[in-house]
């Protein structure tokens, strides 16, 4: 039987979720688990073990604050929405089929409805708050410790695929072909005959969060020169799948999981895990497309590594989001 969603009263005025000017990581962090308590009802004990998480880390949060300059406000993307963003991004029917808040089914809506979804993706990155920044600086073995601290999972290629195209479709994994980049080109020449965005066919600049800029020091990738100068989740609705789910593109890329082999599928209940995979855009996208990308889009193995090894790659414009599956 699918998990109703215990209420979650959100009270006029609750404050939005922006790091505060001047605090330290850890202080942005503590008011973000807060929100995340608040938002998205994520329990004291779930908290504990993130906060774990995040402390071990010592530069995951949104951003190092001493260099970060986010482009626009939580209060600004709030102006821009008719009425407040945790009521004007929740989803009741989403919520019966997955159970909690803010997120979304994934299915093919060519053959299924949304009651037929076995999976469930975050509507936002992580932490999952409209209007929060998205958490980067996350290592892929980290982002899938904080899935499952809150009873998530990583997911894999396809079901972020499916998510951005506006379909899940059944697996394509190539397993037999024997390499990632054997497979990778494939994919890429399979699905590079309908190429498509989370708005339509067509890539446009101005539809997602990705007029923002570098940082005039960031010099490839330091944590002292490189800001995390992404939006507020959600500061651009229209950034949106056909699915339900926000920011795809945009903001900060994504950390995924790529299966070389059948027992590495985190869909159906692996824990090792494959390899990373970066997905989507991010938010320098609309001045600087750094690569090709596209709904179905698989990258080469930049940075790569397996999920789980603790020395996955990380760095300032890249971030994750969680999967659940539908019971």
Not at 78 to 97: G, H, M, T, V, W
Not at 148 to 165: I, V
Not at 198 to 219: E, F, V
Not at 236 to 250: I, Q, T
């Amino acid at each position: 039987m699918r998990r109703l969603v215990t209420a979650i009263g959100l009270a006029a005025g609750l404050a939005l979720a922006a790091p505060a000017t001047g605090a330290t990581l850890a202080e942005n962090n503590e008011a973000m688990f807060a929100q995340m308590q608040k938002v998205r009802g994520v329990s004291a004990s779930q908290i504990k073990r993130i906060r774990a998480i995040f402390q071990a880390s010592g530069m995951m949060g949104q951003g190092n604050p001493s260099v970060t300059r986010h482009p626009m406000t939580p209060e600004q993307a709030q102006a821009k929405l008719p009425r407040d963003a945790y009521s004007y991004y929740r989803n009741s029917k989403f919520e019966r089929i997955c159970g909690r808040p803010y997120m979304a089914p994934l299915y093919d809506p060519a053959t299924e409805r949304p009651e037929d979804a076995k999976v469930c993706i975050d509507m936002f990155e992580y932490p999952n708050i409209p209007l929060a920044y998205p958490v980067t600086w996350v290592r892929a073995s980290e982002a899938a410790q904080l899935c499952a601290a809150e009873g998530k999972r990583m997911g894999d290629a396809h079901e972020w695929e499916g998510a951005a195209a506006g379909a899940l479709l059944e697996p394509d994994y190539r397993f037999d072909l024997g390499s990632h980049g054997a497979m990778r080109s494939w994919h890429n020449a399979k699905w590079g005959k309908e190429k498509n965005w989370t708005y339509g066919p067509q890539w446009q600049r101005g539809i997602c969060a990705q007029n923002s800029s570098k940082s005039p020091g960031c010099n490839g990738g330091s944590w002292t020169g490189c800001g995390t100068n992404t939006y507020p989740a959600g500061a651009f609705p229209n950034c949106k799948s056909a699915l339900g789910v926000y920011d795809l593109e945009g903001n900060a890329a994504e950390h995924m999981n790529l299966p070389l082999a059948p027992d590495q599928m985190a869909s159906r209940g692996s824990t090792k895990l494959g390899v990373t995979e970066m997905k989507g855009s991010w938010f320098i996208w609309d001045k600087i497309r750094a690569h090709e990308e596209w709904a179905r889009w698989r990258a080469p193995y930049w940075h790569g590594s397996r999920v789980m090894s603790a020395s996955s790659h990380r760095n300032y414009h890249l971030g994750f989001r969680c999967f659940v599956d539908v019971k």
